[in-house]
């Protein structure tokens, strides 16, 4: 399986800080997305960068990728309590293969 | 805006018993997936499928089957459900996109439990 990786596996920061997580990959991509998971529901579809971009924005989230290296990170700026979910990045594959996530608890 | 529903979101079942769960789409996606998550172990591909009656196996198709007859609907069979199969099941829906994968849309997904 070509499954990401994504790290730190949890993180907890104050409201207000930027948390980053990172994701691995070990094949090469057509693109590369990011979601979000609240606990106990479906997972949210946040950013998708192409292998041919390096850099992405939405909002508070900045995605950057590097596919000599075969990473990615996500960047949440300013952190919110409701930012407090997990994270997955998704390889495009035949199908989108995910990691198991980094869970992020921002507390006020 | 994009609806996934999948029909339950808790379900308890015996070992043994044949356990059907439904999903459908209202957006005309052409791709639908099954994926199981469990602790530790994130979200792994079951099946997945790119068009009306068509199927491949995803990393863990063992134990399981599928059905698309319809496009907006995807059903996941689970043959003789074991306890090892208690887990949060999620379903998910996208289109055609240049040949690599658009952004997925998940239902609340079904926690399922075998006794």
């Known amino acids: 399986s070509q499954q990401g990786e994504e790290d730190p596996q949890a993180l907890s920061i104050q409201e207000g800080e930027n948390a980053t997580m990172n994701c691995s990959y070990k094949?090469?991509?057509?693109?590369l997305q990011w979601y979000r998971q609240n606990s106990g529901r479906g997972l949210v579809h946040l950013i998708l960068?192409?292998?041919?971009?390096r850099e992405k924005h939405s909002g508070r989230l900045r995605v950057t990728l590097d596919t000599s290296k075969k990473s990615s990170s996500l960047l949440i700026t300013a952190s919110r309590a409701a930012d407090t979910a997990s994270y997955f990045c998704?390889?495009?594959?035949?199908?989108?293969?995910f990691g198991k996530g980094t869970t992020l608890s921002v507390s006020s | 805006d994009v609806k996934v529903t999948q029909s339950s979101r808790y379900l308890v079942k015996r070992t043994g018993e044949k356990v059907f769960l439904e999903c459908v789409q209202d957006?005309?996606?052409?791709?639908m997936f099954w994926y199981r998550q469990d602790p530790g172990l994130g979200l792994r591909l079951i099946y997945f499928?790119?068009?009306?009656?068509?199927?491949e196996k995803g990393d863990i198709p063992e134990g399981y089957s599928v059905s698309r007859e319809k496009k907006e609907r995807f059903s996941l069979i689970l043959e003789s459900a074991s306890t090892n199969q208690t887990s949060m099941y999620l379903c998910?829906?996208?289109?055609?996109?240049?040949?690599?994968?658009?952004?997925?849309?998940f239902g609340n997904g079904t926690r399922l439990t075998v006794t």
């Open positions: 499928s790119y068009d009306v009656k068509m199927k």
């Open positions: 998704a390889t495009d594959a035949a199908a989108l293969i």
């Open positions: 960068i192409r292998s041919n971009e």
């Open positions: 957006m005309d996606h052409e791709n």
């Open positions: 094949t090469s991509i057509n693109n």
């Open positions: 998910a829906s996208s289109y055609n996109w240049q040949g690599s994968n658009s952004p997925l849309h």
